[in-house]
């Protein structure tokens, strides 16, 4: 089954802990981004990927990193969690980098930092 | 600046009723593509359509159907004969080519709508 996976799916974490949030695709695409999602505010571009080697940022990059060294494989790292960074946190990629490609999401990630 | 704007925080309404989700966006580019996205309790985000700018007909799909109106910068939502699995949170999202070739897709804050039976 062609799929974004994410994990974990829920994290509860404390201020200042290191972690890494994985996500991977099947589907061969080189096009992979993260979004936050915030009551009022919608998701909002984390970070993207071009393709491996290949990454930039969103719109709100401060406070996180992110790496791909595989092109199946995204992951995003929060090197020192602070408590505005709870959020809901999306996986996605799509075939190619193109403005009309259909972004396929991952379940999501719940992220509490206490 | 790209802006995609969904005045409509929250919309209840029977079951049965026809709901309509507004959507209004701003942009300078020429092509952008437009999207609408349903998020159901479970959290997922599920792509609904995809209507790129010189596109500009109507679409149905069963008792679901969008309006792109160029002039108004709108892409509204219609929801015939609304069901309680319609309840959900939806976003639309306007998607634009960024430096380098990289996409980006701007999503509206989302409108959550609950049906009631």
Same mark, same amino acid.
């Given at each position: 089954e062609a799929q974004v996976?994410?994990?974990?799916?829920?994290?509860?974490?404390? !201020?200042?802990?290191?972690? !890494?949030? !994985?996500?991977?695709?099947?589907?061969?695409?080189?096009?992979?981004s993260w979004y936050r999602q915030d009551p009022g505010l919608g998701l909002r571009q984390i970070y993207y990927s071009m393709n491996v080697e290949v990454t930039d940022k969103g719109d709100v990059p401060e406070g996180y990193k992110v790496s791909r060294k595989e092109k199946r494989n995204f992951p995003l790292?929060?090197?020192?969690?602070?408590?505005?960074?709870?959020?809901?946190?999306?996986?996605?990629?799509?075939?190619i980098a193109g403005?009309?490609?259909?972004?396929?999401?991952?379940?999501?990630?719940?992220?509490?930092?206490l | 600046a790209q802006k995609?704007?969904?005045?409509?925080?929250e919309i209840s309404v029977v079951e049965k009723e026809d709901v309509t989700l507004d959507?209004?966006?701003?942009?300078? +580019?020429?092509?952008?593509?437009?999207?609408?996205?349903?998020? @159901? @309790?479970?959290?997922?985000?599920?792509?609904?359509?995809?209507?790129?700018?010189? +596109?500009?007909?109507?679409?149905?799909?069963?008792?679901?159907?969008?309006?792109?109106?160029?002039?108004?910068?709108?892409?509204?939502?219609?929801?015939?004969?609304?069901?309680?699995? +319609?309840s959900a949170v939806y976003f639309c999202a306007l998607s634009r080519l960024i430096i380098q070739g990289a996409q980006k897709l701007v999503f509206g804050q989302g409108t959550r709508l609950t049906i009631n039976p």
């Open positions: 996976t994410q994990n974990p799916r829920y994290l509860i974490t404390v !201020t200042g802990k290191k972690l !890494t949030v !994985t996500c991977s695709q099947n589907m061969n695409h080189e096009y992979m790292i929060l090197e020192s969690p602070s408590p505005n960074q709870t959020s809901l946190y999306f996986c996605a990629s799509s075939l403005a009309g490609n259909e972004q396929f999401f991952g379940p999501g990630t719940r992220l509490t930092v | 995609v704007t969904q005045a409509q925080t959507c209004v966006y701003e942009t300078r +580019d020429t092509t952008y593509y437009l999207f609408w996205y349903k998020q @159901p @309790p479970s959290g997922e985000l599920v792509f609904l359509i995809r209507r790129n700018s010189f +596109d500009e007909q109507n679409e149905i799909s069963g008792r679901y159907s969008w309006n792109f109106q160029k002039s108004t910068s709108s892409f509204n939502f219609t929801i015939t004969a609304s069901q309680v699995v +319609d």
